[in-house]
């Protein structure tokens, strides 16, 4: 091999042969610079012995999107990133919430230039238990961090791009250092733009409200399933615009939404208590309302659930 690279490198505490410092690949995530990803659960009916994927296709869209905007190849197409999804939910014989990621990065990118590893895609889809905290009864205290959330200017804020991530995890840090569970970051120019990982929702005065996609949040499809079911379902009217600090401080309830998050009720923020200070009424609606669609125990809104067939399987088999 002499002659590609070096001979020895040096790993966790001693030298190698530079062939033997093999990582598993689903290591590669938090290290690779210019990947990017996507987040996406699936919801165990044990009634139907079967596992809904949410929003399996919107996800995929949104994977290209971002493949995109950091100038990966789009190598595969969204139906046969489905087809791949599904095929190894039924093959790893997931009965249970399970947590999807597909990871697309830059590939072969040792001993390159920052600036020229975008052009040679790799690609990872895996897959992890992750049950759901929607009936845990869990409510957050969070502080308004003191870092502030990147803008359009600096990163691409709409994508799960992973250097983003760095931004929301000193936010996090700094909150659980301060004794939070958790932070809300505000935009530049002061206007709430989101929790690390999750978007941001309210309630006041009869309205749902929340930050417009252009105030620096990631464009999250589960606030479009969260607005639009406080709309159509709860009869919700559903606002986006741009939110100051305080008026949280006024709302009569606060939560969290996302992929990871589900729909996390915020009870307190920067020690104001945020409405009665338990979890609010349309917050615990909203939270039943989505449980029930992820699992499919809900008629309304069965097109965002892709059944993976893990019941055909055991029948087949
Ligand atoms: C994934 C994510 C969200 C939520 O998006 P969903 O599509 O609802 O999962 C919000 N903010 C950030 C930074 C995210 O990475």
Redesign the pocket.
Same mark, same amino acid.
Request: aromatic share 8%; glycine share 8%.
């Given at each position: 091999m002499a002659g590609s690279h070096p001979t020895y490198l040096w790993w966790n505490g001693r030298q190698m042969p530079w062939e033997e410092a093999t990582v598993h690949v689903t290591d590669l995530a938090w290290s690779t610079v210019g990947a990017v990803f996507? #987040? /996406?659960r699936g919801y165990w009916n044990e009634d139907s012995q079967e596992l809904y994927v949410f929003?399996l296709r919107?996800?995929m869209d949104?994977l290209i999107d971002s493949m995109k905007l950091v100038r990966l190849p789009a190598e595969y197409s969204v139906d046969e990133l489905i087809d791949a999804s599904l095929t190894l939910l039924r093959d790893n014989d997931a009965r249970e919430d399970t947590y999807i990621r597909p990871l697309a990065y830059s590939a072969g990118s040792s001993g390159k230039r920052l600036s020229d590893t975008a052009a040679s895609l790799g690609m990872l889809i895996n897959t992890n238990p992750m049950p759901s905290q929607l009936d845990s009864g869990r409510a957050f205290k969070v502080k308004v961090s003191s870092w502030t959330r990147i803008s359009d200017t600096v990163m691409p *804020?709409r994508i799960?791009n992973i250097s983003?991530?760095r931004n #929301?995890q000193l936010a996090s840090m700094e909150a659980q250092a301060d004794g939070y569970d958790g932070a809300l970051l505000l935009s530049p120019q002061g206007k709430v733009s989101? @929790? *690390? #990982? @999750? =978007?941001v929702m309210m309630v006041r005065k009869g309205q749902l409200i929340t930050p417009p996609t252009t105030d620096g /949040?990631?464009?999250?499809? &589960?606030?479009?399933?969260v607005m639009t079911m406080a709309r159509e379902s709860l009869g919700l009217p559903v606002v986006e615009r741009s939110i100051d600090r305080t008026e949280l401080y006024l709302a009569d309830e606060v939560f969290l =939404? #996302? &992929? @990871?998050?589900e729909i996390t009720p915020v009870v307190e923020i920067d020690r104001y208590t945020v409405g009665s200070g338990e979890i609010g009424e349309a917050t615990g609606r909203l939270q039943r309302l989505y449980e029930d669609v992820l699992r499919g125990k809900e008629e309304r809104y069965a097109s965002w659930r892709t059944p993976v067939g893990v019941a055909a399987t055991v029948a087949a088999g």
């Amino acid at each position: 091999m002499a002659g590609s690279h070096p001979t020895y490198l040096w790993w966790n505490g001693r030298q190698m042969p530079w062939e033997e410092a093999t990582v598993h690949v689903t290591d590669l995530a938090w290290s690779t610079v210019g990947a990017v990803f996507e #987040g /996406i659960r699936g919801y165990w009916n044990e009634d139907s012995q079967e596992l809904y994927v949410f929003r399996l296709r919107e996800h995929m869209d949104r994977l290209i999107d971002s493949m995109k905007l950091v100038r990966l190849p789009a190598e595969y197409s969204v139906d046969e990133l489905i087809d791949a999804s599904l095929t190894l939910l039924r093959d790893n014989d997931a009965r249970e919430d399970t947590y999807i990621r597909p990871l697309a990065y830059s590939a072969g990118s040792s001993g390159k230039r920052l600036s020229d590893t975008a052009a040679s895609l790799g690609m990872l889809i895996n897959t992890n238990p992750m049950p759901s905290q929607l009936d845990s009864g869990r409510a957050f205290k969070v502080k308004v961090s003191s870092w502030t959330r990147i803008s359009d200017t600096v990163m691409p *804020p709409r994508i799960k791009n992973i250097s983003n991530y760095r931004n #929301g995890q000193l936010a996090s840090m700094e909150a659980q250092a301060d004794g939070y569970d958790g932070a809300l970051l505000l935009s530049p120019q002061g206007k709430v733009s989101e @929790a *690390p #990982g @999750a =978007c941001v929702m309210m309630v006041r005065k009869g309205q749902l409200i929340t930050p417009p996609t252009t105030d620096g /949040i990631l464009e999250s499809i &589960t606030r479009d399933a969260v607005m639009t079911m406080a709309r159509e379902s709860l009869g919700l009217p559903v606002v986006e615009r741009s939110i100051d600090r305080t008026e949280l401080y006024l709302a009569d309830e606060v939560f969290l =939404c #996302g &992929t @990871a998050f589900e729909i996390t009720p915020v009870v307190e923020i920067d020690r104001y208590t945020v409405g009665s200070g338990e979890i609010g009424e349309a917050t615990g609606r909203l939270q039943r309302l989505y449980e029930d669609v992820l699992r499919g125990k809900e008629e309304r809104y069965a097109s965002w659930r892709t059944p993976v067939g893990v019941a055909a399987t055991v029948a087949a088999g």
